[in-house]
């Protein structure tokens, strides 16, 4: 008789694999998405204009920021799936406990937001070539180079991991109880409605959306990430362990 082994990367990597599969209409949803989002933004994200004695003059600027609020929200809504009594039945189909759930749908979570960036970056590139192959009148401000596009792609990526990671913690409490399906948004919602909360959110904002530095951006990103991931192996001792 033998025993035969199995790493923790074995079963990371089956269950990653696996999620994959089972969540591949995440790719069609933020297709869907993104198109919407150029949609909104085909007539400019916004404009500016003045006059003078002689002439009136009104200027529209077409930008990609629609394009990945929308793939935020997107990034937001992923971890729902993840956390579904159903889904953490399949995890246990094979030999493995909370961690490598956890680890594996980090990783998932990871892939998606790779994917997420790229499409973030080709949707707002290809709205903006749209825009100046169909109007005469658009004027390219400015065009980035391959190290400039990496970097842009690399923040966005960082952004979207953020945003992932939140909704995963999110959707964890909200599975702990069905009550704390009503109290969560309620709380998330007269937060943001209070006056010195909505301060602190400010704050945190501007903590991470205004940091100049893309090395102090991922350090950022990375500590919050680390400790909302320590957060969720920790909330989730009250599930059931198989094997």
């Given at each position: 008789?033998?025993?035969?082994?199995?790493?923790?990367?074995?079963?990371?990597?089956?269950?990653?694999?696996?999620?994959?599969?089972?969540?591949?209409?995440?790719?069609?949803?933020?297709?869907?998405?993104?198109?919407?989002?150029?949609?909104?933004?085909?007539?400019?994200?916004?404009?500016?204009?003045?006059?003078?004695?002689?002439?009136?003059?009104?200027?529209?600027?077409?930008?990609?920021?629609?394009?990945?609020?929308?793939?935020?929200?997107?990034?937001?809504?992923?971890?729902?799936?993840?956390?579904?009594?159903?889904?953490?039945?399949?995890?246990?189909?094979?030999?493995?406990?909370?961690?490598?759930?956890?680890?594996?749908?980090?990783?998932?979570?990871?892939?998606?937001?790779?994917?997420?960036?790229?499409?973030?970056?080709?949707?707002?590139?290809?709205?903006?070539?749209?825009?100046?192959?169909?109007?005469?009148?658009?004027?390219?401000?400015?065009?980035?180079?391959?190290?400039?596009?990496?970097?842009?792609?690399?923040?966005?990526?960082?952004?979207?991991?953020?945003?992932?990671?939140?909704?995963?913690?999110?959707?964890?409490?909200?599975?702990?109880?069905?009550?704390?399906?009503?109290?969560?948004?309620?709380?998330?919602?007269?937060?943001?409605?209070?006056e010195p909360i909505h301060e602190i959110f400010t704050h945190i904002f501007q903590f991470?959306?205004?940091?100049?530095?893309?090395?102090?951006?991922?350090?950022?990103?990375?500590?919050?990430?680390?400790?909302?991931?320590?957060?969720?192996?920790?909330?989730?001792?009250?599930?059931?362990?198989?094997?």
């Open positions: 008789m033998s025993l035969t082994e199995i790493s923790t990367y074995d079963v990371v990597k089956k269950q990653s694999m696996l999620k994959i599969k089972a969540f591949s209409k995440v790719f069609t949803a933020l297709i869907i998405a993104q198109i919407i989002a150029m949609l909104f933004s085909a007539n400019g994200a916004g404009s500016f204009g003045g006059s003078t004695d002689l002439v009136s003059y009104q200027f529209y600027y077409v930008t990609g920021d629609l394009v990945f609020i929308f793939t935020l929200i997107w990034a937001i809504a992923i971890p729902y799936g993840l956390i579904k009594p159903e889904q953490r039945t399949i995890d246990f189909t094979f030999i493995s406990n909370r961690f490598t759930n956890h680890l594996s749908n980090f990783v998932f979570l990871i892939l998606m937001g790779i994917f997420g960036a790229l499409m973030a970056f080709g949707s707002s590139l290809l709205l903006k070539t749209l825009s100046y192959l169909f109007d005469s009148n658009v004027y390219v401000e400015s065009t980035l180079s391959v190290l400039d596009s990496l970097i842009l792609i690399g923040a966005m990526f960082i952004y979207i991991l953020l945003m992932a990671t939140l909704g995963y913690i999110i959707a964890l409490l909200m599975s702990l109880h069905p009550i704390m399906k009503v109290i969560i948004p309620v709380t998330i919602v007269g937060l943001a409605i209070s991470y959306a205004l940091e100049a530095s893309m090395l102090m951006l991922l350090v950022k990103v990375m500590m919050t990430v680390m400790l909302l991931f320590g957060t969720t192996v920790l909330l989730s001792d009250r599930w059931e362990v198989r094997s």
